[in-house]
């Protein structure tokens, strides 16, 4: 599969996203200009594109940033960890499973606000997302893993037992694979998820350097634009990353994805020049 062949086949769905983004942007700006053109509370495109570079400009811009992902990721590898430990002895000691089963619909079914209230008067403002976030992704991390190993191929297993494949081949050769799509799948969902979370609970937390302190702050100085940009923000951020995932999800499992090889392809030649004007400039 060619460059050309590639992109050629991506050429619909392309077109149906701008559409899409363009259906999106209509009505954010219709809604700016007639609704909420006196308030503030939404500002058109424009206005919050500019009011982005401005933001940009400003020390905290990244330290909110990066502090928000900081928290983001740790919460994350946590659940994302715990769940597949717990996942794992579910499945070969059924006992740990029923007893996980409350556990497990107790976290999906309590009301996040109502959890992070209840949290805030038992742990301190840096520690709140990061355990939030973790009982609130933790069951979706759990039943992703746990459906992995059960739809793991089971003649595969047994035959690999009749041959006497060594362990490490069957983990590398046969549940790897089979769990890969499974895998991403939660993390991809997961992580997302995960920073819409964090940022829930940071604006009633109150971190001192976030993006839910930035968005309260706004808010509480009634600059209902810069709340506003604040979200768009986040939501640029959420879709950064899970674009980031998603290409490493192509490039992990290329048995799936063909143009996976042409994609590796790019990103070599992209980083082989930024090597050489980086060798250039010095």
Known sequence: MTVFTMFKSKIKELIFLLLSFSIIFAVWWVLAETKFKLTGIIPTPANTLRMIGEEMQKDSFFKAIFSTLERSFISFVISFGVASVLAVFAHYHKFIGIMLNPFIVLCRSMPTMALVLILLLTVGSNILPIMVAFLVVFPLCYEN???AIVETDRKLIVMAKVFKIPKWRQITGIYIPAMLPFVFSSVIGGFGLNIKVVISAEVMGLPSMSIGHLILSARQ??????????????????????????????????????????IKGLIIKLFTRWSLLQKGEE
């Open 221 to 262: 100085g009634f600059n209902f634009g810069i709340s506003f940009t604040w979200l768009v923000i986040a939501v640029i951020l959420c879709v950064y990353c899970e674009g980031i995932l998603r290409l490493i999800r192509r490039l992990c499992m290329p048995y799936k994805y063909p143009d996976s090889k042409i």
């Open 145 to 147: 893993v746990r459906t």
